[in-house]
């Protein structure tokens, strides 16, 4: 089973500045470092609950990262799903880049027509 290093963390933490969810971070992380992973491997690796990996799962699938397929398990009961990454790594770094760009230009945009405002309630101040 995989744990995170050093790096991992970091990489982690470097995902929360970006204002991702430390569930996705988290399970971003785990599933850039190995080929595919279950569920039950995505709770121990990135130890997360189970609730919290599902809901992680759902982001990345809706962003399209996300592959999964079905494998029967042996007897009875539901099959197992195995999930790896849907793009490379460099992909989701520019997915962000893009994101983090536009958000930083509407937040600008922001400041330009707040400095363009008369306040009179605070013009003295």
Avoid: C
Avoid at 7 to 16: G, H, N, P, V
Avoid at 32 to 44: F, I, R
């Amino acid at each position: 089973m995989r744990v995170f290093d050093d790096a991992d963390l970091e990489f982690i933490e470097i995902l929360r500045n970006l204002n991702m969810s430390r569930n996705v971070a988290s399970t971003l992380a785990y599933l850039a470092n190995v080929n595919e992973a279950t569920s039950k491997d995505l709770e121990l690796g990135s130890e997360l609950r189970q609730p919290e990996v599902s809901i992680a799962m759902r982001e990345l699938r809706n962003y399209g990262w996300l592959d999964e397929r079905e494998v029967k398990k042996e007897g009875k009961g539901r099959p197992m799903k195995i999930y790896k990454l849907a793009v490379p790594m460099n992909e989701i770094v520019t997915h962000l880049e893009e994101r983090t760009r536009q958000e930083a230009e509407i937040t600008l945009d922001n400041i330009e027509k707040l400095k363009g405002l008369k306040f009179n309630k605070f013009s003295s101040v």
